[in-house]
Each structure stands twice: as structure tokens, then as C-alpha cells.
């Protein structure tokens, strides 16, 4: 079974993000929710969590105030590729604190599965569409958007004002089917680069990260057992051939012979957005077992 919401014990003890407001986009599970719950950890003066549906951010919610005891979380219905909605998540920052301190760009979709030129397979015009304008396209616009109240924060020359965007070790070697991911994936990388080089005269650091096989949800046709899949939501009618790869073959990429966990990307994104790393922009930090990361 997937862990959704990571092991957090109470060990982070570090208070890097003290007084800081962070949002993390698409946060409800995975990745994302462990990095909202590095950030709450870490004494945040708020974490502004964030899903397309409602009951996700009810859930993530409860675990991190009721399990976690973190009274630090605000949870806003944001589907990134929503103008609307990527407005209403922000204008809840800004009435209630007015800046963002850390702006962690995570939401991202893979619809597309499979070679891309060959004529037995289907390439979607609409899948493909989709995967530019979630994983890049509203990813430019979000930060874009945040802008103001990422300029409140800098303006106030608090330490560490910076933008982190997800990527993944796909942006520098397509994985096994995941050739249109790993386009997008790339431009994330290029995007990130020049998003640094505009902010920096802004006082604002802008970084990525990119992951490489890490054990959640959004990757599990990468490391699950076959039987596992063949009843996951992943394994759908339009991509059940591709449901027999085995997480063996795939492991062999990872030097470390192992996949990763939501927390190895949290600890890297934690440094990444803190004073720690305040001489660094423009970058791309791997964490991916060793997996070959040249473009």
C-alpha cells in the first residue's frame, strides 16, 4: 500500500522556517504533503496546503492538526490550471498574512503513457495539451501571479524570499513510457533557470528539485508489483499494457538499488528554501539515488 501522508515522528526539530508563511501547491499527499509537513515542522508561522477537491484537503488537514498537533495549516480547494482558483489561494495569503516567504511549485499530471512515434500507440492531442498546461504552463502563471506577495516578503529584506519548482530526474533522462512527462519536465528545468535570473534583482532566490523515483501515488506504475497495479486506479483500460513493467527492471536505473521516499525530497526542499542556501540560485538539485542527471 501507497503511505500518502509519510512517516513524520516528531523528529524535525530544526526551526529554519521560523516566522516564515510557505505555500506548497498540490499537497495533500506525497511529495507535497511532506514538504507542507518539513515546512509546519520547522516552525512556519503558516502552511498554506492545497488540492483540487475538497475532501483531500479535509483529510490532509486532520492528520496534520489532529495527528501532528501542527496548528500552523490552512487548506485552500486550488486546481492550479484555474485562474480562478489560483487566485482565490492566493487572496486567502494575502488577507490573512499578507506576503509569501517560500512558494513550492509541486502540482503536476502524467496523462500520457507510452512511445510517442510509434503507430500502434495513440498520442492524445487533448492528453498532451493537458500536460503542458499543468505542469508548465500553470506553473509559470502561479509563480507569476504570487508575484506581489513574494515581492511583500522580499521588499521587508527578510531572509530567504524564494521560489522551489518540482521537477523530475525525467527532465534529464526519460523514464521507461514517460516520454511527453519528461518533455515537460525539462521545460521545468529551463523555466526555473529563468525565473532566477528575472527574480534575482527582486531579492528572490528561485530554485528546483527533481525528484527521482519516489514511492507515492503519482509514481506507483514505476515501483509496485504487478498484481499490486492490475486493480490500482493507475492501471486504467487505455494504459493496462503498460501495467506489467517490472519494479526490479526499473530499481536497476537507481544506483542506491532503491526507490525513494517522500521525505528525501522534503529534507532537500526544506535546505533549498532556507537561509542555509541563501547564496544559491538557479539550480536544479537532484535527489535520485544517483541516477544520471546531464542534460
Known amino acids: 500500500m501507497v503511505e500518502l501522508h509519510g512517516s513524520y515522528d516528531g523528529s524535525i526539530q530544526r526551526g529554519r522556517f521560523s516566522g516564515k508563511i510557505c505555500v506548497v501547491t498540490a499537497s495533500t499527499d506525497g511529495i507535497g504533503f511532506a514538504?507542507?509537513?518539513?515546512?509546519?515542522?520547522?516552525?512556519?508561522?503558516?502552511?498554506?496546503?492545497?488540492?483540487?477537491?475538497?475532501?483531500?484537503?479535509?483529510?490532509?488537514?486532520?492528520?496534520?492538526?489532529?495527528?501532528?498537533?501542527?496548528?500552523?495549516?490552512?487548506?485552500?480547494?486550488?486546481?492550479?490550471?484555474?485562474?480562478?482558483?489560483?487566485?482565490?489561494?492566493?487572496?486567502?495569503?494575502?488577507?490573512?498574512?499578507?506576503?509569501?516567504?517560500?512558494?513550492?511549485?509541486?502540482a503536476a499530471v502524467s496523462t500520457m503513457f507510452g512511445p510517442l512515434l510509434s503507430e500502434e500507440h495513440d498520442v492524445n492531442e487533448s492528453a498532451w495539451d493537458k500536460l503542458f498546461e499543468i505542469n508548465v504552463k500553470s506553473t509559470f502563471f502561479f509563480?507569476?501571479?504570487?508575484?506581489p506577495l513574494l515581492l511583500a516578503s522580499a521588499s521587508e529584506k527578510r531572509n530567504s524570499t524564494n521560489i522551489v519548482l518540482i521537477s523530475s530526474i525525467a527532465g534529464y533522462e526519460s523514464l521507461p513510457e514517460l516520454g511527453a512527462y519528461s518533455i515537460t519536465k525539462t521545460a521545468m528545468l529551463a523555466l526555473s533557470r529563468v525565473l532566477a535570473m528575472e527574480a534575482a534583482a527582486m531579492n528572490i532566490r528561485?530554485?528546483?528539485?527533481?525528484?527521482?523515483?519516489?514511492?507515492?501515488r503519482f509514481s506507483e506504475r514505476l515501483w509496485h508489483k504487478p498484481e499490486d497495479l492490475s486493480n490500482s486506479k493507475s492501471c486504467t483500460e487505455q494504459t493496462s499494457k503498460n501495467c506489467d513493467s517490472s519494479p526490479t527492471k526499473t530499481v536497476s536505473y537507481v544506483p542506491?538499488?532503491?526507490?525513494?521516499?517522500?521525505?528525501?525530497?522534503?529534507r532537500m526542499v526544506?535546505?533549498?528554501?532556507?537561509?542555509?542556501?541563501?547564496?544559491?540560485?538557479?539550480?536544479?538539485?537532484?535527489?535520485a539515488g544517483g541516477m544520471r542527471s546531464r542534460l
Open 143 to 147: 509563480a507569476r501571479e504570487a508575484m
Open 35 to 106: 514538504i507542507a509537513v518539513q515546512f509546519a515542522a520547522e516552525d512556519a508561522l503558516a502552511v498554506y496546503i492545497s488540492s483540487r477537491k475538497q475532501k483531500n484537503v479535509d483529510s490532509a488537514l486532520a492528520i496534520m492538526t489532529e495527528k501532528y498537533g501542527f496548528r500552523n495549516v490552512f487548506g485552500n480547494v486550488c486546481h492550479v490550471a484555474n485562474r480562478d482558483q489560483r487566485q482565490m489561494l492566493l487572496q486567502s495569503v494575502k488577507s490573512k498574512h499578507g506576503r509569501i516567504d517560500v512558494l513550492v511549485l509541486n
Open 270 to 287: 526544506a535546505f533549498v528554501a532556507s537561509s542555509d542556501a541563501d547564496y544559491i540560485t538557479g539550480e536544479t538539485f537532484v535527489v
Open 256 to 266: 542506491l538499488n532503491r526507490f525513494g521516499i517522500p521525505d528525501d525530497v522534503s
Open 206 to 216: 528561485v530554485n528546483a528539485v527533481a525528484p527521482g523515483i519516489i514511492k507515492t
